[in-house]
């Protein structure tokens, strides 16, 4: 039996992990995919508090091996179900069942989807939800960009040092994004900003081809792009929990900054929790949180 079991190795996650694991618990962490999270697509973190600039990838691996020497063990298997004995927990992979005294749900957030037909079959081939990942493909061609979160306004910026030109769509008349990114774009003189918009057709011959986009008078028009990078948010990966765990509407973990759930020994830290602001240091902060109420709540099980 573990202590505490942190179903995700993202930055929430692992800090989790090496709170726990500092106050001498027995930790497992139980990941997916791969560790670091969404963190690993950003090139250059510049909001961290001391550490100003450093690359999402080698966050992840610092905080990783960070929570690894101090004792974590993890196990890269997707969980599936959790449920409640009062005292202990179980959790459910695709492989095998693990209980525990306390648990945290550190799952985060996948890409939203725009909910075009062909959206799932043209992945890879022109369509993408990190610029990061693929942008150094399509160097000198025409590409477009849809939000208005900074995570578009970034990946624009980002692109438009790669691409010929870079076209950002955006449903609205206002960006959603930080001031300081907004400005950013404004100086760019190979973003074109298309407000009030959507993508509403996807045109392709095996890649993309074009997309057809409609604005808010209903006039529709053709972009010739190469790719089509979607920044439209992030859906709360707790599917598996709301069997049992209270969800708002959205389907966020509903929990305050103490990170409790509805049931007592199971605890959220991150970007799929109920929170006003989602950011790395936001997350970081919730897991260690999460762990210190997690460690309390053991040492007073009776
Ligand atoms: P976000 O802030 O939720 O923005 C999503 C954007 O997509 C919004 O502009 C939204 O439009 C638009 N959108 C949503 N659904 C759409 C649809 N179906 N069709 C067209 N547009 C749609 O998401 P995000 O940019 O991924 O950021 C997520 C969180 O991470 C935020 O808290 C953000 O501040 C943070 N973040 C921080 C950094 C950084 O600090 N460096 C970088 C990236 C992300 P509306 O505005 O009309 O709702």
């Known amino acids: 039996m573990y202590d505490i079991i942190i179903v ?15 106050a001498q618990k027995k930790v497992l962490v139980l990941e997916a995919l791969t560790y670091g999270g969404q963190i690993i697509n950003t090139l250059d973190i510049e ?10 990838s080698d966050f992840a691996k610092n905080i990783y091996n960070q929570a690894k020497e101090l004792g974590a063990e993890v196990v890269f298997e997707k969980v599936i179900d959790i449920n409640d004995n009062i005292n202990t927990k179980e959790v459910i992979t695709q492989n095998n069942k693990y209980i525990c005294k306390a648990l945290i749900l550190a799952t985060g957030a996948d890409n939203r989807k725009l909910g075009l037909d062909n959206e ?10 990190c610029a990061t990942c693929d942008g150094s493909f399509f160097k000198g061609k025409d590409v477009a960009v849809v939000g208005g979160g900074n995570s578009a306004l970034e990946d624009a910026l ?36 298309i407000y009030n918009s959507n993508v509403t057709k996807l045109n392709a011959n095996n890649v993309l081809e074009s997309i057809e986009i409609t604005n808010n008078e209903n006039k529709v028009s053709v972009l010739k792009v190469s790719a089509l990078f979607i920044a439209v948010g992030k859906i709360p990966e707790n599917q598996n929990f709301a069997k049992i765990i209270n969800l708002s509407e959205t389907g966020y973990v509903i929990a305050n900054e103490d990170c409790h759930t509805n049931i007592e020994g199971i605890f959220v830290a991150g970007d799929n929790r109920v929170k006003s602001l989602r950011q790395l240091v936001t997350a970081t902060a919730d897991g260690a949180i999460a762990a210190t ?9 009776k």
């Open 47 to 56: 909001n961290y508090p001391a550490a100003a600039h450093i690359s999402g």
């Open 120 to 129: 799932d079959e043209l992945l890879g081939k022109g369509l993408s939800y």
């Open 293 to 301: 109420e997690a460690v309390k709540y053991i040492n007073n099980l």
């Open 8 to 22: 995700g190795a993202g930055p929430a996650g692992l800090t989790s992990a090496i709170y726990a694991c500092r």
């Open 158 to 193: 980002y692109l438009s040092d790669i691409a010929n030109k870079v076209y950002l769509i955006h449903r609205r008349e206002e960006f959603r994004a930080e001031n300081i990114t907004i400005d950013k774009v404004n100086k760019k003189s190979n973003i074109e900003i």
